[in-house]
């Protein structure tokens, strides 16, 4: 964000709670790579599937979970946002 001259006013990890579960999901399909186009389509629809209803529900649980873990500022989370502004 620097190099393109902004200012950071935020950067901040998030889904701390939901880590080990994503490093499991991904731990699983590291060994394996797609042979083909369709394989590579799959793995895409397997990735933005949205989860059965229970399971839905319970993950979403665990994120309103981690809210107040964001006051901690860990150094880590599923994922990362950050805010920047152009000066002047």
């Not at 389509?41 to 399971?55: E, F, G, I, K, Q």
């Not at 665990?62 to 880590?76: I, Y």
Request: proline fraction near 9%; hydrophobic fraction near 45%.
């Amino acid at each position: 964000m620097q190099r393109a001259g902004l200012h950071v006013r935020l950067v901040r990890t998030f889904n701390t709670l939901l880590l080990p579960i994503q490093l499991l999901e991904r731990a699983r399909f590291r060994s394996w790579t797609p042979t083909s186009e369709a394989e590579r389509l799959d793995l895409v629809r397997h990735a933005l599937r949205v989860p059965p209803a229970p399971l839905n529900t319970l993950l979403r649980l665990v994120m309103q979970a981690d809210l107040p873990l964001r006051r901690l500022g860990l150094p880590f989370g599923t994922s990362l946002i950050a805010i920047g502004f152009r000066p002047g």
